[in-house]
C-alpha cells in the first residue's frame, strides 16, 4: 500500500514563504514522477508543479518562477519551496507520485495521492 505524507502546511501572510515535504513508501513499483497539485472548495484540483527522475518538470503558469519542485531520489522525497506566495495560493495541497511519466501525472492517471495539508495566504 503505497503511502504519501505530507508536512509544511500552514498560514503566512502574503509575499512569504513556505516549504512543502512529501515522503513516498509501501511501493512495490517506484515512482517515476512526483508533484503537487492543490484544490479549494468547488474547484476541480488542478496541478502546481510536477518532477521526474529524468529532470523533465511542469509548472502551472500562475506559480511558474515563484515555486520550485525538487526531490531527494535516495528519500522518494519531493519538495515543494513556495516563495512570494499570495492569498490566491490559498489551498489544500496534496502530493501524487506516478510510476509512468510527467504526462500521466499531470493527468492523474494512476496517480497516488497524499492526505493533502493546507496552505492558507492571508492579504
Known amino acids: 500500500q503505497v503511502q504519501l505524507v505530507e508536512s509544511g502546511g500552514g498560514s503566512v501572510q502574503a509575499g512569504g514563504s513556505l516549504r512543502l515535504s512529501c515522503a513516498a513508501s509501501g511501493y512495490t513499483y517506484r515512482p517515476n514522477c512526483m508533484g503537487w497539485f492543490r484544490q479549494t472548495p468547488g474547484k476541480e484540483r488542478e496541478g502546481v508543479a510536477g518532477?521526474?527522475?529524468?529532470?523533465?518538470?511542469v509548472y502551472a503558469n500562475s506559480v511558474k518562477g515563484r515555486f520550485t519542485v525538487s526531490k531527494d531520489s535516495a528519500r522518494d522525497n519531493v519538495y515543494l519551496q513556495m516563495n512570494n506566495l499570495k492569498p490566491e495560493d490559498t489551498a489544500t495541497y496534496y502530493c501524487?507520485?506516478?510510476?509512468?511519466?510527467?504526462?500521466?501525472?499531470?493527468?492523474?492517471?494512476?496517480?497516488?495521492w497524499g492526505q493533502g495539508t493546507q496552505v492558507t495566504v492571508s492579504s
Open positions: 501524487a507520485a506516478n510510476r509512468w511519466g510527467l504526462q500521466q501525472l499531470w493527468r492523474g492517471d494512476d496517480n497516488y
Open positions: 518532477l521526474c527522475s529524468d529532470r523533465d518538470t
